[in-house]
């Protein structure tokens, strides 16, 4: 898309608020045909490195429709790294986050350590991860378009997921009072303080929205549900549009959809709303996904597309 086409696209994107008549022809769009549960995301394949094209197109316009799709592949607990990132590079995202705590190929081994600096994060624990998406303490510069995961192992029980379009998060919340949107995007709505590590900045402050417009007019979220070490704006309206938004997903709406990933499964998505439950490990099977963090939305997903 070129930059006339994106400053188009912005303009008249259904997210603007000023835009009703957009926003309910897209919502109509949107909801008309939407998925009834977590089986009509799923797309069985065979390996995700040597995708055909048919599954890659079922996959994809599961993601156009509701930002995400499950995969269930045949590889079962192959570690190979290039499952996860032959998926990626099919998507056209090239902008892998190479967080601090990411291995040698730019993925993220999600499992349980003993020892070392991943064991002070509760993703590499065994503890439940409440709702967020994905990189919200990330700079404005690099916010997390799409977030992917592969399953190598899975639980000995627990570990399961639930899920949310934060598209349909975002209809929900504006159907309740357009007013919530409008303070969920403001600049300064969610800060994460700095990190200080040994008397030093590790990560600066970062404030900015809940919800963004990007250039090409899409819809992003930046979320997490969490209370310590998070400051959110201090004024009315956004504390309802907030108590609104978590009355959502602690609701049994059904546009929450649960689910155990199995070794070989994964998801591919617009970093969706996402959490995970507790789960307790065995020496035969102890918990392990790849997550694969992109600058990029998938390719052929967004609204205009």
Request: hydrophobic share 35%; net charge neutral; aromatic share 10%.
């Amino acid at each position: 898309m070129n930059t006339r086409s994106k400053n188009a696209a912005l303009h008249f994107s259904p997210f603007l608020l000023e835009h009703e008549d957009v926003y309910r022809e897209w919502r109509d769009k949107k909801l008309t045909g939407y998925p009834q549960n977590l089986g009509e995301l799923l797309v069985e394949i065979n390996d995700p490195r040597k995708l055909t094209q048919s599954e890659f197109e079922a996959i994809r316009q599961r993601c156009q429709k509701a930002n995400m799709a499950v995969y269930a592949g045949k590889t079962g607990t192959d570690p190979d790294p290039e499952i996860p990132l032959s998926m990626g590079r099919k998507f056209g995202v090239q902008g892998l986050n190479k967080n601090w705590l990411a291995d040698e190929t730019g993925l993220t081994s999600i499992t349980v350590v003993e020892k070392g600096t991943r064991q002070e994060f509760i993703p590499f624990t065994n503890k439940a991860i409440n709702w967020h998406t994905d990189g919200y303490y990330n700079t404005a510069s690099e916010q997390i378009q799409a977030l992917n995961l592969h399953v190598v192992q899975r639980a000995a029980s627990g570990g399961e997921n639930a899920l949310m379009d934060h598209e349909i998060a975002y209809i929900l919340l504006r159907e309740k009072n357009p007013q919530y949107i409008r303070a969920l995007m403001s600049p300064k709505t969610l800060t994460i303080p700095a990190r200080i590590e040994d008397g030093k900045t590790a990560r600066k402050e970062e404030s900015g929205p809940v919800f963004s417009i990007t250039p090409a007019g899409n819809l992003h979220m930046r979320y997490t549900i969490r209370v310590n070490n998070v400051f959110w704006a201090d004024d009315e309206l956004t504390r309802e549009a907030l108590a609104a938004l978590e009355d959502i997903l602690h609701s049994d709406s059904p546009y929450i959809y649960r689910g155990l990933l199995q070794p070989g499964m994964g998801l591919v998505s617009n970093n969706v709303l996402h959490d995970r439950a507790a789960f307790t490990d065995s020496a035969e099977c102890k918990r392990h996904y790849y997550r694969a963090r992109y600058f990029d939305r998938l390719a052929g997903t967004g609204i205009f597309e």
